[in-house]
């Protein structure tokens, strides 16, 4: 079965220190997309950020930065400077070539942050 | 440029009831996802409409069927509700051009059963 695990149900960080959320996954297909989504209270899914499995360098984007272990099947997910705005819901999430028109999620990690 | 809009925003139906939630695309969009999120989960996916047509479909009953309009805006229709079919209930939408095509996600429906 296609799942992602979540480990952490919920995190808190200091503003503008850095945080690190958890994400595994399990597929037996080579090639495959991985999202990060943020869900804040007004409950729209918003793109962090998204890695192509075939590719082997990290992803980036302004603040946030993943670091992805296709062996180890592992795509955390890297906020810097974190703000008051980044507190949400955030999504770990794939999709396969063979499931290209749905993505499988994770539970959730719930991240506060503290001012 | 307006992003995907659902309404109704809330909707509260009694066991057994039917009820109908619309998704309209983002502008230049043809292709509607629909997903269930239950409380403190991650989004289940229940169905893709591409050209008027269910193109793939999640592990969900025959009670829960679907429509995409010329427009390419999109209707989730729920029979026979049950309590267990309350949750948030959200549209995403993407242009077909691939597995790549990022999604687009609106504010959702939060349908209550009761």
């Known amino acids: 079965a296609q799942t992602v695990t979540q480990s952490q149900p919920e995190m808190s960080v200091q503003e503008a220190e850095t945080v690190t959320l958890s994400c595994t996954y399990d597929?037996?297909?080579?090639?495959?997309?991985l999202f990060w989504y943020k869900q804040p209270p007004s409950r729209q899914m918003i793109l962090v950020i998204r890695?192509?499995?075939?590719k082997q360098q990290n992803a980036t984007e302004n603040r946030f930065s993943v670091n992805f272990q296709k062996a180890a099947k592992s795509f955390s997910l890297k906020i810097s400077d974190s703000q008051l705005g980044d507190a949400a819901m955030y999504f770990c999430?794939?999709?396969?070539?063979?499931?290209?028109?749905?993505?499988?999620w994770g539970a959730g990690t719930k991240l506060i942050i503290k001012p | 440029d307006a992003g995907v809009t659902q309404s109704p925003t809330h909707l509260i139906k009694t066991r057994g009831q039917q009820v109908t939630l619309r998704c309209s695309p983002k502008?230049?969009?043809?292709?509607v996802s629909w997903y269930q999120q239950a409380l403190g989960q991650g989004p289940q996916f229940i169905f893709q409409?591409?050209?008027?047509?269910?193109?793939q479909r999640g592990n969900f009953p025959d009670r829960f069927s679907g429509h995409q309009f010329p427009n390419y805006s999109s209707e989730l229709n729920v029979n026979a509700l049950l309590l267990g079919d309350s949750a948030l209930y959200l549209c995403?939408?993407?242009?077909?051009?691939?597995?790549?095509?990022?999604?687009?996600f609106g504010n959702g429906t939060r349908l209550t059963v009761t």
């Open positions: 999430a794939y999709r396969t070539l063979d499931s290209n028109y749905q993505l499988i």
């Open positions: 502008s230049g969009h043809d292709t």
């Open positions: 597929t037996s297909e080579s090639d495959y997309y």
């Open positions: 409409y591409y050209e008027e047509e269910e193109r």
């Open positions: 890695q192509e499995a075939y």
């Open positions: 995403a939408s993407s242009l077909d051009t691939g597995w790549d095509s990022p999604l687009h």
